[in-house]
């Protein structure tokens, strides 16, 4: 199981953090990303994490601007979001899968019910 928390409305150049707190099954899956579908789109991974390996990707639409990280004791992952756009407003998700680098959707087995983030200029 996973439960994200943490959007809101801010406005533009403004900041959140998301959280995804998991089952602990969920959580020592190899692979753990954040996704987000906006409006009248794909969804799209934004940020994937291949915990073990050290590996994260960042989606060039977010790279400088959002960062993944894990807190093992808590099993939680957060998503901080900086210098938001309103192009950023979607719902977020997080997701956990095996064995693939994350780039893709697909390569996700579980997911979050998401949150909604909405960025106002």
């Known amino acids: 199981q996973l439960v994200e928390s943490g959007g809101g409305s801010v406005l533009a150049g403004g900041s959140l953090r998301l959280s995804c707190t998991t089952s602990a099954s969920a959580f020592d899956r190899p692979l753990m990303g954040w996704l987000r579908q906006a409006p009248g789109k794909e969804r799209e991974v934004i940020a994937a994490n291949r ?19 894990r807190d093992n004791a808590k099993r939680t992952a957060y998503l901080e979001m900086n210098s938001l756009k309103p192009e950023d407003t979607a ?31």
């Open 51 to 69: 915990w073990a390996e050290h590996i994260t990707y960042y989606a060039e639409s977010v790279k400088g601007r959002f960062t993944m990280t």
């Open 91 to 121: 719902i977020y998700y997080c997701a956990v899968g095996s064995g693939s680098m994350g780039h893709h959707p697909a390569d996700y087995a579980f997911w979050g019910q998401g949150t909604r983030v909405i960025v106002s200029s």
